[in-house]
């Protein structure tokens, strides 16, 4: 598992050795991140990306593993064109990083990886851009907000409002008004 998070550059002698304590500093804010979207009902697809995201981290900047190669090559171009035309199809869907990791024929740590350098945004933030991006046409379109939150696929309207007022900068309910 080691070498999965990291990409195949995991320490080829014993454990990782890290250099000091990690209960500090971004690689432990980015557990904390992971395990608090998983109790605030965060989708599998946010959740299970947070998780790898942390880990790998973890491994590669803590554990003196090798840091990653800059770029993307051609196969990866291409792996991350159809994940992310999977979720453009699907972004309504709570759709699991190993379902997205099979549609693109990579690992999901990889996967995650190169979606990040490619698209600027790991796959499940590439998700919720697109759902807010729907959000916003439906909101144009007279739907009240309720309706649009359950439609685009978020899990409650609390969820949906925190999103879509982090992308646009005002609630759902303000866009709404301000564009009727």
Do not use: W
Request: proline share 6%; net charge positive; hydrophobic share 40%.
């Amino acid at each position: 598992m080691r070498n999965e998070l990291t990409g195949g550059r995991a320490r080829a002698t014993g454990e990782p050795f890290f250099r000091e304590s990690v209960l500090h500093g971004k690689p432990f804010t980015r557990l904390l991140a992971a395990h608090t979207a998983r109790e605030h009902g965060a989708n599998h697809l946010e959740e299970q990306g947070l998780l790898l995201h942390a880990f790998s981290n973890l491994l590669i900047r803590e554990g003196q593993a090798t840091p990653p190669a800059a770029g993307t090559r051609r196969r990866e171009r291409v792996a991350v064109r159809a994940a992310r035309e999977y979720l453009d199809a699907r972004f309504d869907r709570n759709v699991a990083l190993e379902e997205l990791a099979d549609v693109a024929g990579l690992t999901p740590v990889y996967l995650c990886r190169v979606f990040q350098q490619e698209v600027g945004l790991p796959p499940h933030a590439y998700q919720i851009q697109r759902r807010v991006m729907r959000a916003k046409r439906l909101l144009l379109q007279g739907v009240p907000p309720g309706e649009v939150a359950i439609a685009v696929g978020f899990f409650d309207q609390s969820h949906f409002g925190r999103y879509f007022k982090r992308i646009t900068g005002v609630t759902p309910n303000r866009y709404f008004i301000a564009e009727r």
